[in-house]
């Protein structure tokens, strides 16, 4: 950034467009002197050394030192009945300009950068005219270059703050502010307060809070505080609390995604059985005279958002998950069979891929209870079995394959992560 940045301020400057000047000055016991320059061309302008550094509890200071500009142009004298002309070559050398950046954020949760202060000190100009009164330039130097010196030195900070609000500014307005995550969700990444500049980094801390696109509603949890990295040996560090990933959680569960069906065509081949009250009347036997040799659907569900914890041993969850079983009647309507109640112990494993946030579940220990029964009492224990490889093989890998797609983290335009 403050290669790409340097490079485009040098191009501003070198564009720099300078007005005439004229005035008069007097010749102690000779009289009055009018001069006038015109066709000032300002065709380069170099900032060799510059730096970047941090301001504590403000932003970001440039320091630019040992910069060097050449200005031409035409000049004209006028002397009582004299009068001369002709060309001159401005030096502009040691210059020296230090710029602080505040940055801030506006209404809409976006980060803001303005040109807090500009300075500017030019230390050595050397100019050569040219033209047939000789001595009379150093007198008309000594007129001029302060106030050649001082027009210049405004027009640099006209020009760094200018740059600053129309593309310093526009780029930080990409830092997106919301993702859309499919149809359904999105993530609220707007500031929460304005980036926080110390010595060794900058804070910008980030809402990195889901929501339903169809009905935005209060996260019925507050956030939690993040303590910054101890360490400096990154560039960049994100750091997300438990109200990230439960938010995401309580978004999706509004939403109604928490919901799996799983009819026979979705039983993997090498399972080598059939979702259907055959099958289930070994465990049920009222099955086979109530509905005999019919197709079944399951509907999976999450009655409340899954919360997830993020501990010394981990990031685990305990979600609850209901279990809706039905026959499928040869009208195709749908007779409930059964509703269970499932619970487990699940662990996650989160990481960072191509600029998103990707995770994976793994399954531990289930637990059945039964809630209702539509077909008679049954032994649940009987059904462990059965159920575990429907949530390992079927429903496991669905979670996983769309966590692995992964969310957006928050990066301006042309920004990509590595290593």
């Keep these: 950034a403050h290669q790409h940045g340097i490079a485009f301020l040098e191009k501003e400057l070198a564009q720099l467009k300078l007005r005439d000047m004229s005035g008069d000055f007097r010749i102690r016991h000779m009289g009055k002197v009018h001069y006038e320059l015109s066709e000032l061309d300002l065709h380069s302008f170099h900032l060799p050394y510059s730096r970047i550094s941090l301001v504590p509890n403000t932003g970001l200071q440039v320091s630019i030192s040992n910069a060097f500009a050449e200005v031409d142009g035409d000049w004209r004298v006028k002397f009582y009945f004299m009068r001369d002309h002709g060309s001159f070559d401005f030096k502009v050398e040691n210059v020296y300009i230090k710029i602080n950046l505040r940055l801030g954020s506006d209404a809409e949760g976006k980060p803001t950068i303005e040109t807090a202060d500009c300075s500017t000190r030019i230390s050595k100009v050397r100019v050569h005219f040219s033209g047939k009164l000789g001595w009379l330039y150093n007198l008309f130097y000594n007129a001029v270059e302060p106030t050649f010196r001082r027009i210049l030195e405004d027009k640099v900070c006209e020009t760094v703050a200018r740059s600053v609000r129309r593309e310093l500014q526009p780029y930080a307005r990409t830092l997106p502010v919301t993702a859309r995550i499919g149809d359904k969700v999105g993530i609220d990444y707007s500031l929460v307060a304005s980036p926080t500049a110390t010595a060794q980094s900058l804070d910008t801390g980030l809402k990195g809070e889901f929501f339903s696109l169809a009905q935005r509603s209060a996260v019925p949890f507050p956030p939690l505080a993040l303590a910054l990295p101890p360490d400096h040996n990154r560039m960049v560090y994100f750091g997300a609390s438990s109200y990230f990933f439960n938010t995401a959680a309580f978004a999706y569960h509004a939403a109604g995604v928490l919901v799996f069906e799983i009819t026979d065509a979705k039983i993997p081949k090498e399972a080598d059985f059939h979702l259907n009250t055959t099958t289930f009347s070994a465990f049920i036997p009222q099955l086979e005279e109530m509905y005999p040799d019919m197709p079944m659907k399951i509907r999976l569900s999450a009655p409340s958002a899954p919360f997830l914890n993020i501990g010394p041993e981990g990031l685990t969850l305990r979600p609850v998950v209901d279990i809706q079983a039905y026959a499928i009647l040869p009208s195709s309507k749908l007779a409930p069979l059964f509703l269970l109640s499932l619970v487990s112990n699940v662990s996650a494993v989160i990481n960072v891929k191509s600029g998103h946030i990707v995770g994976s579940l793994q399954v531990g220990r289930m637990k059945l209870s039964l809630k209702h029964s539509d077909v008679g ?18 429903l496991l890998p669905r979670l996983n394959e769309r966590l692995a797609e992964g969310f957006p983290l928050p990066l301006p ?5 590595s290593n």
């Design 377 to 394: 009492t049954f032994q649940v224990r009987m059904l462990q079995s059965i159920m575990n490889i429907y949530a390992s093989s079927i």
């Design 413 to 417: 335009d042309r920004i990509q992560l």
